[in-house]
Structures are given as C-alpha cells and as structure tokens.
C-alpha cells in the first residue's frame, strides 16, 4: 500500500511540475538519460517505461530542492556578505543548513497536504 501511495504522489508531482530547465532537474534528468542509454544499449526491457518513471521520480524531487536552494542561498550570500570573522561565516552556515531543512520540509508537507487533497475532493 505504501507503494502504491508513493508512486501516486510522483506521478501527481510529475504531472504537475514545470521545472524542466531548473538546475536540479537538468542534473537528475541527464542521469536518467544516461541510464535509459545503458539500458538501451544492453538490450533490456521496459527501457522507456524506466525512463518515464526516472523523469518523474527528479520532476518530484526537484519541485522543492530548486526553490528551496534558491531561497536559501540567497540568504547565504547575504550573510556571508556582511559575517564578521570565522565564528560570522560559521553562523552563516549553520543558518543555510537551516533554511534548508525547513523549507524543503514546509514544501513536502504542502505537496503532501495538496495531494491529499485531491485524493478527498476530487
């Protein structure tokens, strides 16, 4: 059952993602191309259908890591700007860390909440 959910929640986030260009995603993606390759040159089975699971698994990572770096390094860049010292970029640092925590948490919960949703008003 756990399976069924997860893959229902990447298909959902695949489906309604548009950062094909985002740092994140051009990264995974060319993984996914690089393994579609391999599979393809070895002569295996379901090489598309991996490919198309593949996109959307980076299509749904990347929905919260790229907004989520931008957001987050900007606020770095601006600390490291005006940090004072060592124990200033040190501060710096463990603020990015985190930001990054929260946000990537905040987004996954909204996602989470949003496709439930769906599942109960459909």
């Known amino acids: 059952m756990k399976v069924v959910i997860v893959l229902?929640?990447?298909?959902?986030?695949?489906?309604?993602s548009t950062a094909d260009t985002s740092p994140c995603s051009q990264v995974c993606n060319a993984e996914c191309t690089l393994a579609a390759q391999r599979c393809n040159s070895f002569g295996l089975i379901n090489c598309d259908h991996r490919y198309s699971v593949c996109v959307a698994s980076c299509a749904a990572a990347c929905q919260c890591a790229d907004p989520c770096a931008q957001t987050c390094g900007g606020n770095l860049a601006v600390c490291k700007g005006s940090a004072k010292g060592l124990i200033g970029s040190?501060?710096?640092?463990?603020?990015?860390?985190?930001?990054?925590?929260?946000?990537?948490?905040?987004?996954?919960?909204?996602?989470?909440?949003?496709?439930?949703?769906?599942?109960?008003?459909?």
């Open 8 to 16: 229902s929640v990447v298909a959902l986030l695949a489906c309604e």
């Open 90 to 122: 040190f501060s710096c640092d463990v603020r990015f860390s985190d930001c990054e925590v929260d946000c990537k948490s905040t987004c996954l919960f909204y996602l989470y909440a949003g496709f439930v949703n769906s599942l109960l008003n459909p």
